[in-house]
């Protein structure tokens, strides 16, 4: 009987790799040494043919990761609307492209800002800075009947701005980076009703992971759910065999830290890397497709270099440093300074922790807390070379957030619950 065996080559290209999936081989008895340069020559152009085979005719589940570089956008001159086909260029503009002197964010054009919401890192606020506290040529507008805002162009009724307060949840609730690269353009064709070529740029907040996973823990505690979300990616939103329910009632109130850390579907952990990554290169919710190991090292990388690409990301740490930066960034003015709010719920609860509850909570986080410190890094990097090329930095960093003739402070609290 023929023997077989499965092996595996893998090929480390900076932090992504390129794992070739399992080919087989068939294990022969030696041919005689005479035969033996032949077979030789015979195997080495197999093995070309088979390169170059591979290369033009694998399938998707076969090339299970890009290369470092296939993960940055192609920019093209044309490439700042629809996504080409066969292109990935998901993310518009990059952080280096908005540095170019002659940059503008042309509201009155295509330019549309895409606020990634990660739940618990402040991201409610800095929503509610950007439809009611930007110093704009027309304001948004908020209805005091709905937690809506119209946040349109100076000379149309098209919006600049897709986030939670001015289209809703279009591509389903709390969208991650894989959701919404590939749902934005399709929904404001729906919304305004034509197809245009429109320059993307994502925004997003983070936030210290031990505090984040901790405040998550209590807002669940608290009766809170996410049930409205799609988890979407490849065409399909994810199954109960691959994200199992934490918990078969309603809601999962009152449910106590050690059992909240229990459950290995409760997307609580890592959440951060997760919904920064490109979810489409480790097969989505999909945990055959690779080993752990080989999953959580390309989620982080996708998720460093998404990051990275972002047109402006801020720390809910750094609240003085991510307004400026925004502001620098885009060339637009808050009306107030952003609140640094240092005692939060999630604060008072670490001294309550046991150490084995710190422990355990750190390692379901860990590929957060590498990426937040990565955050952190890149945020002081971007703050250090705008302050380099602002004459002015002391005056405008001591007085963020001070314009003139600014309106009373908006009550949010008037406006009626959103029910999603």
């Not at 027309?138 to 005091?144: A, D, G, L, S």
């Not at 640094?340 to 084995?356: F, G, K």
């Amino acid at each position: 009987m023929k023997s077989f065996k499965s092996v595996s080559v893998q090929v480390i290209d900076s932090e992504i790799a390129l794992l070739i999936p399992n080919g087989v081989y068939e294990i022969k008895q030696m041919e005689p040494r005479s035969r033996l340069k032949g077979i030789v020559a015979f195997c080495f152009v197999l093995a070309i043919l088979g390169i170059v085979g591979f290369g033009y005719f694998c399938s998707e589940n076969e090339l299970v990761l890009r290369s470092t570089r296939d993960l940055i956008p192609v920019v093209l001159n044309d490439a700042v609307g629809k996504p080409l086909e066969n292109l990935n260029i998901k993310t518009g503009l990059s952080y280096d492209d908005m540095l170019n002197d002659d940059f503008n964010f042309d509201m009155d054009s295509h330019d549309v800002m895409v606020f990634l919401h990660m739940q618990k890192t402040g991201g409610t606020s800095f929503g509610r800075h950007l439809v009611h506290d930007l110093d704009l040529q027309r304001p948004c507008t908020c209805p005091m009947t709905r937690k809506r805002c119209y946040c349109f162009r100076p000379h149309s009724n098209q919006s600049w701005l897709f986030s939670r307060y001015t289209t809703g949840w279009k591509c389903g609730l709390h969208a991650d980076w894989t959701e919404l690269t590939n749902c934005v353009d399709e929904k404001l064709d729906e919304m305004e009703g034509h197809v245009a070529k429109r320059r993307y740029f994502y925004i997003s907040l983070m936030r210290e992971p031990v505090s984040r996973y901790l405040s998550e823990f209590r807002h669940v505690q608290r009766g809170a759910t996410w049930k409205g979300a799609r988890h979407f990616c490849k065409g399909r939103n994810a199954t109960k065999q691959e994200i199992p329910p934490c918990y078969s009632t309603e809601t999962w109130q009152y449910v106590d830290l050690d059992k909240f850390m229990d459950c290995e579907s409760n997307l609580a952990a890592n959440r951060q890397t997760r919904m920064l990554a490109d979810l489409e290169l480790i097969g989505c919710y999909d945990k055959s497709y690779m080993s752990s190991s080989d999953r959580d090292r390309v989620m982080l990388a996708s998720a460093k270099r998404n990051l990275q690409s972002m047109a402006f990301f801020g720390l809910t740490e750094y609240q003085k440093v991510s307004q400026y930066i925004f502001e620098e960034t885009f060339n637009l003015r808050f009306g107030i300074p952003f609140e640094q709010n240092n005692t939060t719920i999630s604060s008072n609860t670490m001294p309550t922790l046991t150490a084995a509850q710190a422990t355990k909570i750190a390692r379901l986080n860990a590929l957060d807390i590498e990426l937040y410190e990565f955050a952190k890094k890149l945020l002081f990097k971007r703050f250090d070379r705008l302050k380099a090329r602002d004459s002015n930095f002391q005056q405008r960093f001591d007085h963020l957030g001070e314009l003139p003739n600014r309106g009373v402070e908006f009550d949010w609290d008037k406006l009626e619950t959103d029910k999603t």
